[in-house]
């Protein structure tokens, strides 16, 4: 597969380490009421779906980049990638 | 006589003669030749056995779907089973055996199979050999086994070497018949980057095997010229003895290049073959057709091979099999090989044709409207029976019959990524569909297009437009007049009519009866059909044979062909080497070695090495006398405790951590908390998976405000700086912390032992004061050693004794070590390796890879208290589910024998004295052991239930796989030193 | 129809004609009270345990395309149950036991074949981890033994013993262990089922559940509803598309494994090894194939395919082996799709929608465990209770922390 990396173009996926759903990136509050509940189902549960998937490529033999690819789990087209910091930022991550 | 069956012309190089042999018979053949037909050409027709029934078989095709013609090529550790006889390069000197046959091919005792074959029909094993039930691997399946199979290996290791290689270009063209060379040639004066890759070593396809011509030339003389043309274009890179094998994502291939296997041996510095990795933007599939048979009774005898490989024979190759020769078919091309043969001398005796309108194109008695119904020769044909029009039956003699069933578009690599072909009706063959990898499309044969003038100008057109795709504009090229014929055809997939067998799978043994069998059990899906009779399994994977088995299986069940489908076309297109998917990534070449700083020392030391991970290490390091590695390592170990020993630590992960958000980061990474750490100060760190489970431990040094040094395990190294990349870049955003991992950075020796200090104070400058008042148990700084060179100094122990790490850039490691050693001489300063390293973190109860081995948890390792609750770490929150925190849950303890002669064992369970050894009373597991030279007996860290409330108490470690019992005392994982005096010293 | 040797001789002498279907292939009913959703290896093993083993009637397995078609019909064949952990170890013994008397039972010939498996050891952590899987098998009543490098050279002489990157140090063998014709697992399972009642439906595939407050009342197929008063999902592979018809997410990601056969050879491998430091593992099909397999792909994939990457991976793993495979063709590589759950080890289960149950989460595993799950779940079916070794098979145990994690590598699936 070829991954077409934001910052430095098509790179093979064999540089890339793959972790799976994007979802990954919303990591709860630890704070919260029912925060077992939802670090379970956020640590545990998966859509998987068969079809579109966004999910988390790390660039470990590259530059490091985190990125969110969205790839069809049933093709295997690849149909955008962004880094995970933005991805990340636009979720309203921060420190 | 030699090459009896030679006829003039070819494209042969008959200047040159090359010796060969066949079962240790001697043969000449010529440049050019393939040993088929070479054997061909010396009147050779038998040369294999079936797979099942032990069936004399000949060769079937001219080419790489070959069922029949399979031979052990070469010998030695060379030797290469179901080589097919039809690709294999005739080379000077080639030794070739046939297989599957004992004591000969001519005589087969295996053959009594067939005697039996009512008996043995599809599916029968699955009906017995169940009784009794232990004769099933004493007799049953050891005579199977020995039964089956083809070919045989040597098993001694492969002497060649392999390549691997990747390509970049904008359009692969597969296939250099008339289609792939319009195709490339088109894309090529276009400026386009091409490659053009055929299986064969004579480009052209099936131009070199007919007598078309292509304008003014004939057609393999066209070829010729265009392949000259191509090669001297810079931007196409001209690929022959290349079989493309398979269709992956996005634009990539993979294809073999068969470097030298048309050669005796490689030449030196030359590969075997290599495997091409090619990153295409647009791919052409221009593979042709393969021609299929017509099933009918006996036809699988020696001599009975596709009508249009008969005529490769004879074209190409300037042989023939025979000289009466039969054919059968439904459809016009048959008559093109009957004229082709006759144009060369061949008598045709009859041409056979089930159409009672086809028409006669040469000179040859047409037998229209009439079937073959049987045929006669044991080992070779000798002649058929052909039912007539009229009812009648007539005999024929004939050394050869060439069938027709028509063509089949090689549709394999358009559906390698499950994409399904189509049938079309009029040309009676399923052709690719809609659904093909992104970016190939076909053309030619292979997409249905079986005239010579359609496959020139569908190769150039469809190139064209996949350079249109890229912006790249490319011209159609001038079509030169060549041959037009339409299609005719009317599907004919078996005679019914018949005494013997009529075999669709010639390798794997299957009939038409077979296939009726299984509808008969109701194994009427293509799939169940295929696993069931094994049609289509064998080494050429059905290429001629799976249409006729799905054809009769559709005829059976009413339903169509097109809704029967195929079974699924799989990569590779044809069988590959494993060798050359391995390449150079074998023996000790298997993967990369990391080598420590160190490493030529420890050589120059005599060191024993070890492989951890991809490192080696230094295991222990003997000297002269010491005869058995414990008393190396209890030499090691001895001498460090009681002096100064040195140990390379490189390894050991490093991260550098920087940032004014650096603290902050690393307070949520550990389940400690790292915020309040000061400048110059270690601390050591858990690090906990988000699952509560324990992922890493490991030390963090804060050399400045901003500034930290983690270090990790060996093992966990490349996983935790990919999970605090994660955690930076994915969860925490905007915190102000950069990471680069340092482990190859930095050489980084411990050094260990009550004389450390005053060895190190040999080599740090004097500036810096290492006092234990100025550089006290878990201080760190930067200093410099040897008179300037920055180092840093870490004044940390796994041994448990006063300890300290020192580090320097990687470049000085080798330098350092030999300082170090030089420097220790007086405190005679002993190096030690990774055994005595584990044997004093034993003694010390520092847990390691077996004890943090993915399931333990804090608690586990008698850590829960550092996990803190009152911060955001990653881990805290799930870290306290109900199974993770149970009161009695295993806890780390120590373990020393009751009989101090006895030994602890890693992997031994416990058992609560006076309970069977049964799972159900176990009370955990012993995860590392070691012999103690310090304490003079053996012992041991282990997970027991409810560890920390039963020391004292005397279990029983049980080990029945090794038949060792011993009663061990739970003692505190601290063995030495408990109260960590040394440390501080 | 009973088959034996005598059957297939009185056949022979009067031309195949008596040999009778399989299996039958009945319109669906109106309602069933069992419907399994998944002709594979597990759902016709579910129906038939749940006919012979617990009096069920009226039991029926639904299959979307042909039966035996999933991961029972493209694995790599192996049986085995050297598994490390309390909560797998009785389970898949269980399994075991079960393939030893399964031919009689089921009265076909599927192969079953004790060839012995053998897990290589590299390393001295290896050595101890593996000492403490061996002692734990037998002490949950399996066979183990400990090789030492001479007793493997004997058996297994072609081996690379000499420069190997990561040295054969001994090994962990199973002699029990072995490998089965896949394909006749599935075939005898429906045959012995159908024999039993069970109606088999191919070409029917399930695109929805109906469910009324809180109960599965039957299943919507592709040929109309069915109504059932129990509902079974044996589907591993596509587990969650299928749940996600009712609405479920799973602890399950849907990952590629590729497997791999060469051509027929002369027998050279007498049973089955797997080489653990380089991700390979490999056995001789009774045909003469090498089959072989290695690591998932690792990502997340339904499409029953492959890469470049793993393929060469593997080859170079067989090859560091054995380094007289090379002139071995590859014959053929396919993929098939993995229930890769978040700790490695399946799932048997009810699920919180009532007459609704779950059997998933199998990884590459499934095939070997086909037997006793089949079993287990019919069990669990039948009496709305687990199986007593199929009881840490649960869907809370990833809320409660207890985790059945053989490999350690925590939640990410592609890891285990």
Not at chain 1, 14 to 37: C, K, M, N, S, V
Not at chain 2, 361 to 371: M, N, P, R, S, T
Request: glycine share 12%.
């Amino acid at each position: 597969m070829i991954i077409n990396h934001p910052l430095l173009g098509p790179r093979d996926a064999q540089e890339f380490t793959y972790l799976g759903d994007a979802a990954l990136i919303e990591r709860p509050d630890w704070q919260a009421e029912d925060a077992h509940r939802q670090f379970y189902e956020y640590l545990y549960l998966r859509d998987n779906p068969a079809g579109e998937h966004r999910e988390l490529w790390f660039h470990e033999q590259g530059d490091r980049s985190w990125l969110v690819v969205t790839r069809n789990t049933l093709t295997h087209e690849i149909t955008h990638v962004d880094l995970a910091r933005d991805v990340a930022r636009a979720k309203g991550r921060s420190k | 006589m030699t090459q009896s069956n030679r006829l003039t012309a070819g494209r042969i190089d008959r200047a040159q003669v090359l010796n060969f042999t066949f079962d240790g018979k001697r043969y000449q053949g010529h440049g050019g030749d393939t040993l088929a037909s070479a054997l061909l050409a010396n009147g050779v027709r038998l040369m294999g056995r079936s797979f099942k029934y032990h069936r004399p078989r000949g060769v079937l095709s001219a080419g790489s779907e070959e069922p029949n013609a399979l031979v052990e090529l070469r010998g030695g550790a060379r030797q290469e089973p179901n080589t097919r006889a039809t690709t294999a390069e005739l080379f000077d000197g080639l030794e070739a055996k046939s297989q599957n046959r004992w004591p000969s091919l001519a005589f087969d005792a295996m053959a009594i199979n067939d005697r039996f074959s009512a008996f043995l029909t599809a599916g029968f094993y699955y009906k017995t050999f169940m009784w009794p039930a232990a004769f099933w691997e004493k007799l049953y399946e050891p005579m199977i086994r020995r039964a089956a199979g083809l070919g045989s290996i040597s098993f001694e290791p492969d002497p060649d070497c392999y390549d691997k290689g990747f390509l970049h270009c904008d359009l692969l063209v597969i296939g250099a018949g008339p289609a792939g060379l319009s195709a490339a040639l088109t894309a090529g004066r276009a400026g386009a980057r091409v490659i053009l890759a055929d299986e064969d070593f004579l480009l052209g396809g099936r131009l070199n095997t007919e007598t078309i011509s292509v304008g003014e030339q004939s057609g393999g003389d066209w070829a010729g010229t265009i392949v000259a043309e191509l090669a001297q274009m810079p931007n196409v890179r001209v690929m022959m003895r290349t079989t493309v094998i398979g269709a992956f994502d996005h634009g990539i291939y993979g294809a073999v290049e068969r470097v030298s296997d048309h050669l005796a041996v490689p030449p030196e510095g030359k590969p075997r073959q290599i495997l091409w990795r090619i990153t295409s933007r647009r791919a052409l599939l221009c593979a042709g057709a393969i021609e299929r048979p017509i099933a009918f009774s006996d036809n699988d005898r020696p001599g009975i091979m596709l009508a249009g490989a008969l005529r490769a024979y004879v074209n190409r190759w300037a042989v023939t099999p025979a000289r009466d020769v039969v054919i059968f078919g439904n459809n016009d091309d048959a008559h093109r090989s009957a004229a082709d043969l006759l144009a060369r001398g061949v008598h045709v005796a009859a041409v056979v044709d089930i159409r009672a309108q086809a028409k006669p194109i040469a000179d040859y008695e047409l037998l229209a409207g009439a079937q073959v119904v049987g045929t006669q020769g044991r080992l070779g044909i000798r002649g058929v029976e052909v039912r007539l029009a009229s009812g009648e039956i007539r005999r024929i003699n004939c050394g050869a019959l060439g069938v027709s069933g028509g063509w089949n578009p090689n549709v394999h690599l358009t559906c390698h990524k499950r994409g399904r072909p189509e049938w079309r009706e009029d040309i009676a063959a399923f052709v690719p569909g809609p659904d093909g990898p992104a970016g190939l499309s076909v053309a030619g044969a292979a997409t249905g297009l079986f005239s010579t003038a359609s496959a020139l100008s569908s190769g150039s057109k469809a190139a064209a437009a996949a350079l249109r795709d890229l912006g790249i504009r490319a011209r159609a090229l001038p079509q030169p007049a060549t041959e037009d014929a339409p299609v005719s055809i009317t599907p004919f997939w078996h005679v019914a009519e018949g005494k013997g067998r009529a075999w669709l799978d010639q390798q794997n043994d299957v009939t038409v009866k077979d296939v009726k069998l299984a509808h008969q059990e109701n194994f009427r899906s293509v799939e169940h059909l295929k696993r069931y009779t094994t049609l289509g399994m064998a080494t050429d994977q059905g290429k001629t044979s799976n249409l006729g088995g799905l054809a009769v299986m559709a005829e059976l069940t009413g339903q169509t062909i097109a809704k029967t489908g195929t079974t699924i076309f799989r990569p590779p297109y044809t069988p590959v080497a494993l060798g050359v998917l391995a390449g150079r990534s074998r023996g000790k070449d298997f993967r990369p070695v990391r080598k420590t700083p160190s490493h030529k020392w420890a050589q120059e030391q005599g060191a024993v090495f070890v492989e951890v991970g991809m490192w080696l290490r230094a295991q222990w390091f003997p000297r002269p006398g010491e005869t058995h590695w414990r008393e190396s390592v209890d030499r090691e170990v001895l001498a460090t405790r009681r002096s100064v020993g040195i140990c390379d630590v490189t390894t050991l992960g490093k991260i550098d951590v920087q940032g004014g958000d650096a603290a902050a980061f690393l307070n949520r990474i550990y389940a400690n908390g790292f915020a309040k750490l000061a400048v110059g100060k270690v601390r050591y760190g858990l690090m906990l998976r988000e699952d509560g489970i324990a992922m890493d431990d490991g030390t963090a040094a804060r050399l400045a405000e901003d500034h930290f040094v983690v270090t990790t395990t060996t093992a966990n190294a490349v996983n935790v700086y990919r999970h605090m990349e994660f955690a930076r870049q994915c969860l925490w955003p905007d915190m102000d912390v950069q990471l680069i991992s340092t482990t190859e950075s930095w050489a980084q020796f411990s050094v260990a032992g009550p004389n450390s200090r005053r060895l190190l104070q040999k080599v740090v400058d004097p500036a810096f004061d290492l006092s234990n008042e100025a550089f006290p148990f878990m201080a760190c700084g930067e200093i410099t050693v040897c008179g300037g060179l920055r180092a840093r100094l870490f004044r940390i122990s796994f041994s448990g004794e006063l300890a300290y790490e020192i580090a320097v850039p990687t470049r000085y490691g080798d330098a350092m070590i030999r300082r170090l050693m030089a420097a220790g001489e007086e405190f005679d300063v002993v190096a030690y390796g990774t055994e005595a390293l584990g044997v004093m973190r034993i003694e010390k109860g520092h847990a390691a890879g077996n004890e943090l081995n993915g399931t333990t948890t804090a608690r586990n390792l008698g850590m829960a208290q550092m996990v803190s609750k009152t911060k955001d770490s990653i881990g805290s929150v799930l870290s306290e589910r109900e199974g993770l925190s149970e009161p009695d849950t295993l806890t780390l303890v120590g373990l020393r024998p009751v009989d101090a002669t006895q030994r602890v064992l890693a992997g031994a369970h416990l058992m609560t004295k006076g309970t069977v050894a049964n799972a159900a009373n176990d009370q955990g597991y012993i995860t590392s052991a070691a012999y103690s030279p310090n304490l003079g007996h053996s012992i041991g860290l282990a997970f027991l239930r409810n560890g920390a409330a039963r020391k004292g108490e005397v279990i029983e470690a049980v080990s029945p796989l090794t038949g060792l019992n011993v009663d061990v005392e739970v003692v505190s994982a601290h063995f030495i030193d408990p109260e960590g005096e040394r440390l501080r010293a | 129809m009973r088959y034996s040797g005598f059957k297939v001789i009185k056949e022979a002498l009067t031309g195949h004609r008596g040999w009778t279907p399989a299996w039958r292939d009945p319109a669906p009913q109106a309602e069933y009270d069992v419907i399994i959703i998944g002709g594979g290896g597990h759902g016709l093993a579910t129906a038939y345990y749940l006919a012979k083993e617990f009096g069920g009637t009226r039991i029926a397995v639904l299959e979307k395309g042909w039966i035996g078609g999933g991961n029972v019909g493209r694995n790599t064949t192996i049986i085995r149950s050297n598994y490390l952990l309390d909560g797998n170890e009785p389970f898949y013994e269980f399994s075991l036991k079960l393939w030893e008397g399964l031919e009689q039972d089921f009265n076909y010939n599927a192969m079953v074949s004790q060839r012995g498996i053998l897990n290589l050891i590299h390393t001295d952590a290896q050595r101890d981890a593996f000492t403490r899987r061996g002692n734990g098998m037998i002490l949950n009543g399996a066979d183990a033994e400990l090789l030492s490098v001479e007793q493997i050279r004997k058996r297994y002489p072609f081996l690379n013993f000499n420069d190997a990157r990561f040295p054969i140090k001994g090994g962990l063998a199973q002699h029990r262990g072995g490998t089965v014709r896949h394909d006749a697992v599935a075939w005898g399972y429906a045959r012995g089922a159908d024999q039993r009642g069970v109606d088999i439906i191919q070409n029917c595939e399930v695109t929805g559940f109906r469910i009324e407050n809180g109960v599965c009342k039957g299943v919507e197929t592709s040929r109309g509803f069915i109504a059932a008063k129990k509902v079974g999902c044996a589907v591993a592979g596509s587990s969650g598309r299928l749940m996600a018809k009712a609405g479920m997410r799973l602890p399950i990601e849907s990952h590629v494994l590729q497997a791999f056969v060469s051509e027929g050879l002369k027998p050279v491998l007498p049973g089955v090894i797997t080489f653990g430091a380089g991700h390979f593992y490999c056995s001789q099909s009774d045909k003469g194939g090498l089959v072989f397999g290695g690591d998932i792909d690792g990502y997340n994939s339904y499409a029953q395919r492959g890469n470049l990457p793993v393929v060469e991976d593997v080859a170079e793993g067989g090859m560091a082996l054995f380094p007289g495979l090379g002139r071995v063709r590859l014959l053929r590589m396919w993929g098939g799709i993995m229930d890769m759950s978040m700790d490695g080890s399946p799932i048997i289960d009810r699920t919180h929608i009532e007459g609704l149950y779950f059997n998933g989460g199998w990884c590459y595993g499934g095939f070997k465990a086909t037997p006793a799950s089949g079993w287990c779940f019919a069990h669990l079916l039948a009496t709305d209770a687990p199986h007593p070794v199929a009881t840490a098979y649960r869907f809370d145990r990833f809320e409660k922390g207890r985790m059945i994690d053989e490999k350690g590598m925590g939640a990410q699936p592609n890891l285990h």
